[in-house]
């Protein structure tokens, strides 16, 4: 640790540079051909030599899904790696969290999927506000990713036959989305975490827990490095890199109540974003409709229940506004499944923001639930009739525990009661093609930056982007990443070995 941390001088800031009528970013995005833009792309880019990528230093901010699989990735590779995080271990990243599963085009159950139909709901479901080369190439990779985390040991759900199982998420019409339980986050996130310890044990990557990034080390425009207080001594320690990669996560905690750890905290995006980083699509937030509802004045976070649920759980509030019986005593008459009603073609699992604008629409107009009138049911009645205790039981188990440990109601017994809550940041810090930012040699990864989420109104492509980490691996071990500066930079360090 004392060979690469010395004590920290103030850093000179660097002011914001942009200013209205400024020449607009270059994204850096191959020409030509949708469907040919990321091989082609990679076959252009520049490699390194294996014994050049020895001599350069990478940092990566974070040890989510996004932080931890590019951390192995690049340690694997041949980088030198150094990883800092917050937290106590990297088990302990946001990504833990993530319940119900992560989209792929992979077509197993021949319901018409394919990488195009993935890219085009990403890219409706984003508003057309996403960069359509970066979302083509997620859903392109989509499909290795799963592959990837099958050979890394994921206990993704199968089907009695032995092949892996998918179900539905909101805003797609096909089963689409791989899961492990209601715990998908947690099981990728021990895959990406068993990749990082590898490379640990092989010396390639060093891990800093307890390490809070405090600023972004940028000098003539080019992250040189970092600025990180130990947590446990409080020392002040500055970290020198050729590229800095921040995988710190989202921002939905800018919000007093959001189903975010409070430990999300997002300053290390709001630091880079001081240091010169352009944000994109900032506003650009997510209320996720499926949550439990706020119980109390001293609340500080809200808990998801996995959008998954919608799958065989039906949304409906009293047709009498105010009516106070319990809903097992309400009829089916005088039930009113608004979602199936206002939007048939998708039913219950219509987009993560019509759910949302739905339910608080009709809380609004007083048909709302529970003490605080603010919540609309999700009743699983008709599912466990019809597919039987158990299977209900395998696909949502663990949610029904912690739906009951939360509230004291069963949902076996009683309707869950649920209601909106700001979820997921699709906005973050702009990023080129190659993920990097403005800044040249800083690179957002994961929730972290704007590009391909500028895409998840649909659920279950979170998991997607960050489990990418991994596979945009070509970009990773091309010069791509690492950027042209940092690696002339390198060039002049080392005495010149730059391969072709
Ligand atoms: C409850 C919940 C359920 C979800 N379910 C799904 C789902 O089913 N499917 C799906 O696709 N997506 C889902 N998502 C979204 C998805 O989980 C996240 O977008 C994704 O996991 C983010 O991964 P990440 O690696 O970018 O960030 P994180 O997992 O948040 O990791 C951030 C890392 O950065 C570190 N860090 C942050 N700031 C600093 C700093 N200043 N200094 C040092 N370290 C720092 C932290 O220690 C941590 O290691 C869900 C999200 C939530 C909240």
Request: some cysteine; hydrophobic content about 35%; proline content about 4%.
């Amino acid at each position: 640790m004392s060979e690469i941390l010395t004590p920290a001088a103030p850093v000179k800031s660097s002011p914001i540079t942009w200013r209205e009528g400024s020449p607009i970013l270059d994204s850096r995005c191959p020409s030509g051909e949708l469907e040919k833009r990321w091989t082609r792309h990679k076959d252009n880019l520049k490699l390194v030599a294996p014994h050049n990528k020895r001599k350069l230093e990478v940092i990566v901010v974070g040890a989510g899904l996004a932080g931890a699989s590019a951390a192995a990735t690049l340690g694997e590779l041949g980088y030198n790696v150094k990883v800092f995080v917050y937290h106590n271990s990297p088990r302990r990243a946001h990504s833990i969290a993530a319940q119900g599963g992560i989209n792929a085009a992979k077509n197993y159950r021949n319901d018409g999927d394919s990488v195009w139909r993935l890219f085009y709901d990403t890219i409706k479901g984003g508003d057309f506000r996403a960069r359509e080369s970066n979302v083509y190439r997620l859903a392109e990779v989509s499909v290795k990713i799963i592959d990837h985390c099958v050979a890394q040991g994921i206990p993704f759900a199968r089907e009695y036959g032995g092949y892996l199982d998918t179900r539905s998420f909101g805003g797609a019409q096909l089963m689409r989305t791989f899961y492990a339980r209601g715990q998908t986050g947690q099981q990728l996130l021990l895959g990406a975490y068993a990749a990082l310890q590898r490379q640990v044990a092989l010396g390639n990557v060093q891990v800093y827990y307890n390490h809070d990034v405090l600023d972004v080390v940028v000098e003539e425009g080019r992250a040189r490095g970092i600025i990180v207080r130990n947590l446990i001594t409080g020392e002040l320690h500055r970290v020198a890199a050729h590229a800095v990669v921040l995988a710190t996560g989202g921002y939905g905690n800018a919000y007093y109540l959001s189903t975010n750890a409070k430990l999300s905290n997002a300053t290390a995006i709001w630091r880079a974003h001081k240091r010169g980083a352009y944000f994109g699509n900032p506003s650009f937030v997510q209320i996720h409709p499926t949550c439990i509802p706020q119980s109390g004045e001293y609340q500080s976070k809200l808990t998801l229940m996995s959008e998954s649920l919608r799958n065989d759980g039906r949304v409906w509030v009293p047709r009498t506004p105010g009516d106070k019986r319990r809903p097992q005593d309400i009829p089916e008459s005088e039930r009113w499944y608004y979602l199936e009603e206002w939007y048939p073609s998708f039913g219950n699992l219509v987009p993560r923001d019509i759910a949302s604008r739905a339910a608080k629409r009709v809380c609004d107009m007083g048909y709302g639930v529970g003490p605080t009138g603010r919540a609309v049911y999700l009743d699983f009645s008709d599912a466990i009739k019809r597919l039987g205790r158990e299977v209900i039981y395998q696909r949502y188990g663990n949610l029904f525990e912690m739906y009951e440990e939360i509230t004291g109601e069963s949902p076996w017994e009683t309707p869950m009661r649920i209601y909106p809550a700001v979820h997921y940041t699709m906005g973050g810090l702009w990023v080129d093609y190659n993920l990097m930012t403005n800044i040249e040699g800083l690179y957002a990864i994961g929730e972290a930056n704007f590009s391909d989420h500028g895409a998840n109104r649909l659920g279950a492509s979170a998991l997607m982007q960050g489990a990418g980490g991994w596979v945009l691996h070509s970009a990773l071990y091309h010069r791509g990443l690492l950027g042209d500066a940092a690696f002339r930079e390198a060039f002049h360090r080392y005495g010149g070995f730059c391969s072709g």
